[in-house]
């Protein structure tokens, strides 16, 4: 089967760019145009492919573009490489989000480090329900893990480094809020919501990627380069 990781492909964030943390440095959109606001002046670190984005918990560091939309389609996909530290995990740790959870018309998805050192994905549908899918795999710190999460119109689903992936079936469709996507924090409390650890190499595609894809992207554990060498070419052969 063929694996084209550009289908789709909305924004991808490298998040190589060098910062000492002594001043805001944006994080450029590597594939689109969604570079991302600095705030809190988020340190770089050593990431899962070169540099990534360390974020301190404690001083609500975050990475940040605003709603468009690119940003609000119909089905999506969202990963990321995650390594957490200890002061990172617990309740409620921000990933990749673009929610609000005191404001239900203000939130689409969250992919989160939740409760008890687990992952999971939220999505709040048009109704106004919020639904979730959250594996049972529980993150040790310092540890690099691959994460995507989904959406395909009718089931959202989460899986951890190219496994089986955890699913929730819906009925509805999924909230097109207005509100920033964030990585490194849960934008409803500012001062407690934050991703401690490093997040590297996140990517946002207009529709759900497949297993193939998925595993293509781990690559193994290694992870794969934007703009993804394994990207299959045609060839012509005249005989």
């Known amino acids: 089967m063929a694996v084209d990781l550009l289908n789709g492909l909305v924004s991808y964030w490298r998040l190589d760019e060098s910062s000492d943390g002594s001043g805001a440095v944006t994080r450029n959109d590597s594939h689109g145009s969604n570079h991302l606001t600095d705030n809190n002046t988020t340190p770089s670190g050593t990431g899962k492919i070169n540099s990534g984005a360390s974020c301190v918990r404690a001083n609500s560091e975050y990475l940040e573009v605003a709603d468009n939309a690119g940003l609000s ?15 990172g995990m617990g309740t409620t740790r921000g990933v990749i989000v673009k929610y609000n959870s005191s404001t239900p018309a203000q939130s689409s998805f969250a992919l989160l480090a939740l409760v008890s050192n687990r992952l999971a ?14 594996p049972a795999t529980v993150m040790s710190a310092d540890t690099w893990y691959f994460v995507v999460g989904k959406y395909n119109g009718s089931t959202i689903s989460l899986s951890i480094n190219a496994g089986s992936p955890t699913t929730t079936a819906l009925a509805g469709s999924m909230n097109d809020s207005t509100s920033a996507l964030r990585i490194g924090m849960y934008p409803s409390n500012l001062s407690g919501s934050g991703f401690g650890g490093i997040i590297d190499e996140a990517g946002f595609w207009n529709r759900a990627i497949d297993s193939d894809e998925e595993t293509a992207l781990y690559n193994s554990g290694n992870g794969k380069e934007y703009p993804f060498s394994n990207r299959r070419r045609r060839v012509l052969i005249c005989q």
Do not use: D, H, M
Request: proline share 7%.
């Open 73 to 87: 389609p119909t089905q999506f996909s969202v990963s990321a490489w995650v390594r957490p530290v200890s002061a």
């Open 121 to 134: 994905l939220y999505l709040r549908i048009s109704a106004g329900t919020e639904l979730s899918a959250s």
